[in-house]
């Protein structure tokens, strides 16, 4: 009896309510190739209208959990030094991350009672206190924290972030991964707005992916503006979970991937570009941080909930896997536009 046979056989007698399907082997080249249906103008013109959303000019700056009291957290933001940490409360504080004094790196401060003190000299600054230095907008979604830098949006401010439906935090574990390319935040927007490059480009990951639906290159609704794909999620050798999911951009550096239908349905991965600025090379840097935000109406799901600090990890790794090859995707079409 042939693998196929066998593995025919074997998915016709698979009880039907268990999300775990069986998965045969398959030549990666004898795939149905996907490339007559991902037209560059299709997926640039998706991208141009991510691109003309507003963002309120707000940016994702981190995961949440990253963000602590007893230390300041730097980084930067569209080429703007950036220092954020928690107050006395847990609230998030984010603000310049040079001392107005002398420009000491305040990510090296020290926090005290809910300030940040400069290692230099002493300044104190925080709300309220530091002459020269004011706060910025922050926003804490539970998931993520962001940061709203006018002068670098250049867009009419929103009093919040777009912010994608998730599950409940009650009911979902979340995790947050961070990875850094050479490209500019189009050029992430653009390889989540490639569905059709799945299970070619990630193997491991998924399986039996096809694009249902896409939107039209002139005259979409926003409504209309998504793609949707079935896919099966890779699990183990010879096991996936088939689902059916639609990608959409809230908003310009945010691509949101839900599943609609199967297992997890509601569960999403938000994949958020932030813009670090240039490198010592000239060329742009680009932060993607991705979270997902995973729930499931089964009884068992609660186990994975006690586990989450556990997951998260695991979690974390997988996305790092993808996006390193993403990455790869991301930065190539940089170089190439940029020759």
Same mark, same amino acid.
């Given at each position: 009896?042939?693998?196929? =046979? /066998?593995? %025919?056989?074997?998915?016709?007698?698979?009880? @039907?309510?268990? !999300?775990? $399907? *069986?998965?045969?082997?398959?030549?990666?080249?004898?795939?149905?190739?996907?490339?007559?249906?991902?037209?560059?103008?299709?997926?640039?013109?998706?991208?141009?209208?991510?691109?003309?959303?507003?963002?309120?000019?707000?940016?994702?700056?981190?995961?949440?959990?990253?963000?602590?009291?007893?230390?300041?957290?730097?980084?930067?933001?569209?080429?703007?030094?950036?220092?954020?940490?928690?107050?006395?409360?847990?609230?998030?504080?984010?603000?310049?991350?040079?001392?107005?004094?002398?420009?000491?790196?305040?990510?090296?401060?020290?926090?005290?009672?809910?300030?940040?003190?400069?290692?230099?000299?002493?300044?104190?600054?925080?709300?309220?206190?530091?002459?020269?230095?004011?706060?910025?907008?922050?926003?804490?979604?539970?998931?993520?924290?962001?940061?709203?830098? =006018? /002068?670098? %949006?250049?867009?009419?401010?929103?009093?919040? @972030?777009?912010? !994608?439906? $998730? *599950?409940?935090?009650?009911?979902?574990?979340?995790?947050?991964?961070?990875?850094?390319?050479?490209?500019?935040?189009?050029?992430?927007?653009?390889?989540?707005?490639?569905?059709?490059?799945?299970?070619?480009?990630?193997?491991?990951?998924?399986?039996?992916?096809?694009?249902?639906?896409?939107?039209?290159?002139?005259?979409?609704?926003?409504?209309?503006?998504?793609?949707?794909?079935?896919?099966?999620?890779?699990?183990?050798?010879?096991?996936?979970?088939?689902?059916?999911?639609?990608?959409?951009?809230?908003?310009?550096?945010?691509?949101?991937?839900?599943?609609?239908?199967?297992?997890?349905?509601?569960?999403?991965?938000?994949?958020?570009?932030?813009?670090?600025?240039?490198?010592?090379?000239?060329?742009?840097?680009?932060?993607?941080?991705?979270?997902?935000?995973? =729930?499931?109406?089964?009884?068992?799901?609660?186990?994975?909930?006690?586990?989450? !600090?556990?997951?998260?990890?695991?979690?974390?790794?997988?996305?790092?896997?993808?996006?390193?090859?993403?990455?790869?995707?991301?930065?190539?079409?940089?170089?190439?536009?940029?020759?």
């Amino acid at each position: 009896m042939s693998t196929s =046979d /066998a593995g %025919g056989r074997l998915a016709r007698r698979w009880p @039907p309510g268990w !999300p775990l $399907r *069986p998965l045969p082997r398959g030549q990666w080249a004898a795939q149905q190739p996907t490339y007559a249906g991902a037209r560059p103008a299709l997926i640039d013109a998706a991208v141009k209208r991510a691109q003309a959303r507003p963002s309120g000019n707000w940016f994702v700056l981190a995961a949440s959990r990253e963000i602590r009291g007893d230390r300041p957290f730097g980084t930067s933001v569209a080429g703007a030094e950036v220092v954020a940490w928690r107050d006395t409360e847990g609230g998030l504080v984010a603000g310049p991350g040079a001392c107005p004094h002398l420009g000491a790196p305040m990510a090296l401060a020290a926090v005290d009672c809910g300030a940040l003190v400069c290692r230099w000299h002493g300044l104190r600054v925080g709300p309220g206190v530091g002459a020269g230095w004011q706060p910025l907008p922050v926003h804490d979604d539970g998931v993520l924290a962001w940061v709203r830098l =006018d /002068a670098a %949006g250049g867009e009419e401010p929103l009093e919040a @972030p777009v912010v !994608p439906a $998730r *599950p409940r935090r009650e009911s979902g574990v979340d995790s947050v991964a961070t990875l850094t390319g050479v490209c500019e935040p189009a050029d992430i927007v653009a390889n989540r707005l490639d569905p059709w490059h799945g299970s070619w480009f990630h193997p491991y990951s998924f399986s039996r992916l096809s694009v249902l639906s896409a939107p039209g290159e002139v005259d979409v609704a926003d409504d209309d503006d998504r793609f949707v794909v079935a896919v099966t999620f890779r699990v183990a050798p010879g096991l996936g979970v088939p689902v059916r999911a639609e990608f959409s951009c809230p908003e310009p550096r945010t691509v949101v991937m839900r599943i609609t239908d199967g297992e997890g349905a509601g569960s999403v991965v938000e994949t958020h570009a932030t813009p670090r600025g240039r490198g010592t090379d000239g060329r742009p840097r680009t932060a993607v941080i991705e979270a997902v935000v995973a =729930d499931s109406g089964r009884p068992g799901f609660a186990v994975a909930r006690a586990m989450a !600090p556990a997951l998260r990890p695991v979690m974390r790794r997988a996305v790092a896997r993808l996006w390193r090859d993403d990455l790869a995707y991301a930065e190539r079409r940089y170089q190439l536009r940029s020759m």
